[in-house]
């Protein structure tokens, strides 16, 4: 993999985010041979899993030998989800370099996502990190404000309690607090002013941008965030995903145009575009019955074009 | 029709554009009832056709007709795309409002599509404003760069050649120049860069920001022409539309998409988005085994959602 320095991260979730919104099991080796082609794509971080009930999630069931494959991988950040505690405590014993916890700005998508009213779930962030702090110190715990732009339960989401969640979560002792699009409601502007406060009140705490392209905004969201100082993207190969819990709210950036839009603009992703347009195969034979999207790997890249990444 | 002032101006070229692309012959009433529905929406400016000779494209053969019911419609900008002088001459004798005149950077382009050097397309709008001008003075002429992004066939073309071809049309007569990216291949850094050096080199003559979706960042264009001042967007209702002699460079911008973005955004673009919405049932009968595009009509607008145009 390519480990000269990057300008942007592009944290794939499509292992996670895309496998958990459709039906279908993939199989372990499935799994596997999707997460080598991505890592040799010059993917650098990988949310492989979540640490959820298996009756809940049976996609998700091969959670922790998925993720001591992917700790295999050299240079490969290992990350994964967990609702709570439990699950924290399954992903830390499987080894995850780090977590990633949702925290829904949504009074109502936080009932109906993980039964747990906002601050019951901060204090579940609270509880998570002091088990990492005591077992696994080198473990990294990311907080992510989900339904930050809008819900499609109660609708409006006020702003000065997105801000006020990415605080409480970091005080609590997250070690970064990004945002999520979770049903594809955001547009530029709002991502502008929603990322600079989130810095303001945060400071270098500020994390990941995780948009949807549910109203075909994701890109030009990314492109708004890259623009008032995010540089980590999450984005899923072939645009599989989604929130089951949050109706509607289908489709993540997807990951091949996304980097095709930092290359283009001379923006150094890592990836390597061939390799990771590859990287389909293996998700496409894993999962034989979902439609992949994705423009660039139609349309092919322009002629004459030149990656930012050599 | 809204009459309150707009801070960007939509400009509809599906009927043209659209059309133009595909093989089926849209009939004249199924036509009306297209451009009726989108003036009622509130669009302001339609490119109702081509005028082309008839075996060329037979889908433009009733252009005179269409441009004489558009000019019924109060208010309605009517426009056509000529190619040549012949064209204009049949269009002004119509009436139409304005013409844009196609001029591509691309020498091998400009070859392809009117088998004419691109310094002889110059000399075709300096006779077209010529004929402009002793005969229909209120006609406003428009000359876009097609191509100006890059091209299927020579790869890339070259910014200095875009610029100094917008300044050759302008000095020839014609009132805007605005850039297209024919071929999809433009990135957001790009565009910055192009219509900021636009802008520099003609003033208040730069025009219209014509983009395609054909790799996924139509959107991110649009916004990044936007931020650098960029007022005026050709877009196609349910993305239909491209061009036929830019092999794989298929896809508009599309129209209820871009239009959801602004007026998220707080950008006023006079156009109603349930009425727009309501613009592609009268587009799909007259086109009954197309596909239309889009990604809001699908998912619909956010919940909450409150429009900038009111």
């Not at 596997?32 to 993917?43: F, R």
């Not at 014993?93 to 009932?111: F, N, R």
């Not at 890592?270 to 293996?282: C, K, M, S, T």
Request: with cysteine; proline share 5%.
């Amino acid at each position: 993999m390519n480990s000269s320095p990057t300008d942007v991260l592009i944290s794939e979730v499509g292992p996670r985010d895309g496998l958990q919104s459709i039906k279908t099991v993939m199989s372990t080796s499935d799994k596997q041979k999707w997460i080598d082609a991505l890592y040799k794509a010059g993917v650098s971080e990988i949310e492989v899993a979540s640490f959820v009930p298996p009756k809940l999630l049976p996609q998700m069931a091969d959670a922790a030998e998925v993720v001591r494959y992917a700790k295999t991988l050299t240079g490969l950040t290992v990350m994964a989800l967990v609702p709570n505690l439990k699950g924290a405590i399954a992903a830390i014993e499987a080894g995850v370099h780090k977590l990633t916890i949702p925290v829904s700005a949504s009074a109502a998508h936080s009932m109906a996502n993980v039964r747990k009213t906002r601050e019951e779930m901060v204090d579940e962030v609270r509880q998570i990190v002091q088990y990492r702090n005591d077992w696994a110190p080198l473990v990294k715990v990311e907080a992510g404000i989900s339904t930050a732009f809008g819900c499609t339960l109660q609708g409006l989401v006020s702003e000065d309690e997105v801000i006020w969640l990415a605080e409480a979560v970091t005080t609590a002792g997250a070690d970064e607090s990004g945002l999520s699009d979770t049903t594809g409601y955001a547009n530029p502007v709002q991502i502008k002013r929603l990322f600079k406060r989130l810095k303001e009140a945060i400071g270098n705490k500020a994390g990941a941008a995780h948009l949807h392209n549910t109203r075909g905004l994701g890109l030009a969201n990314c492109l708004a965030a890259y623009e008032v100082g995010v540089t980590s993207f999450d984005s899923s190969l072939g645009g599989l995903g989604g929130c089951p819990y949050a109706p509607g709210a289908s489709g993540n950036v997807v990951t091949e145009d996304l980097v095709f839009m930092f290359e283009a603009m001379g923006i150094k992703t890592g990836i390597n575009l061939d390799l990771l347009f590859q990287a389909r195969e293996p998700l496409q034979s894993g999962v034989p019955h979902e439609t992949l999207y994705g423009m660039v790997p139609e349309a092919g890249v322009p002629k004459g074009f030149e990656a930012a990444t050599k």
